[in-house]
């Protein structure tokens, strides 16, 4: 069963470029969620998607866009980077319920995430 | 706004010590409480969780309590080991949507 993928693993970018970032969520998993990770600090929320719409946001301003495609991987997308940008980006999957039906919050899987570089 | 605050690290044990993270944190409402821990090399993974006041999550030995008066989730083991040496991180879900609040991470190294 393979766990959250992303791509790619690394990548430098030079400022004022895009880039965009994809995740392929655990099998059987319909939620995708967004995070950054800066050097030394925690993740922070960026956005999720259910059901290719973004559900909820983070305070991250419009550079930072995504979608998720019908077989519920996704895409993060950042224009206008900036050297701030650069991080390490995880996905994380989720699904709304447990094999039992019961309400699964807050149990993530996270990939190894996308580091990025800005110069 | 929803926050986690975390003992700085890096914490230094020798195997079999005790070990205690204190992690309070700040949200409105009752949220879901987490600990999250990185293993060199690897993706965040679940440690353990609990969902309403005096719960308590535990697994692989460690421990959390939620204490809903002291706004407080801190984690504890008995006697650790040196794979337990890892960052780990306190996480809060105020809105039911797994949407994480995380704190900064606590580094545990353990020598033998």
């Known amino acids: 069963d393979a766990g959250v993928t992303q791509s790619p693993t690394h990548l430098i970018k030079t400022r004022g470029q895009q880039v965009t970032l994809r995740c392929s969520p655990k099998?059987?998993?319909?939620?995708v969620s967004w995070y950054q990770q800066a050097l030394g600090q925690g993740p922070q929320f960026i956005f999720q998607?259910?059901?290719?719409?973004?559900?909820q946001r983070g305070n991250f301003p419009d550079r930072f866009s995504g979608h998720q495609f019908p077989n519920y991987s996704s895409e993060l997308n950042v224009n206008a980077l900036l050297l701030g940008d650069s991080a390490l980006y995880l996905c994380a999957s989720s699904s709304i319920s447990g094999l039992a039906g019961e309400i699964n919050t807050g149990e993530l899987f996270f990939g190894e995430g996308s580091r990025l570089t800005v110069l | 706004g929803n926050s986690v605050t975390q003992m700085e690290g890096p914490v230094t044990l020798s195997e079999e010590a005790f070990l205690t993270i204190n992690c309070t944190y700040t949200a409105t409402g009752y949220p879901s409480l987490f600990w999250y821990v990185q293993y060199p090399g690897e993706g965040l993974q679940l440690l353990l969780k609990a969902t309403k006041a005096d719960d308590k999550g535990s697994n692989k030995g460690f421990e959390a309590t939620y204490r809903k008066e002291t706004t407080s989730f801190h984690l504890e083991k008995g006697s650790v080991q040196v794979s337990d040496s890892a960052v780990y991180f306190c996480a809060l879900d105020p809105s039911g949507y797994s949407t994480l609040t995380f704190g900064k991470g606590t580094m545990l190294l353990v020598s033998p």
């Open positions: 998607y259910y059901e290719e719409e973004e559900r």
């Open positions: 099998s059987g998993h319909d939620t």
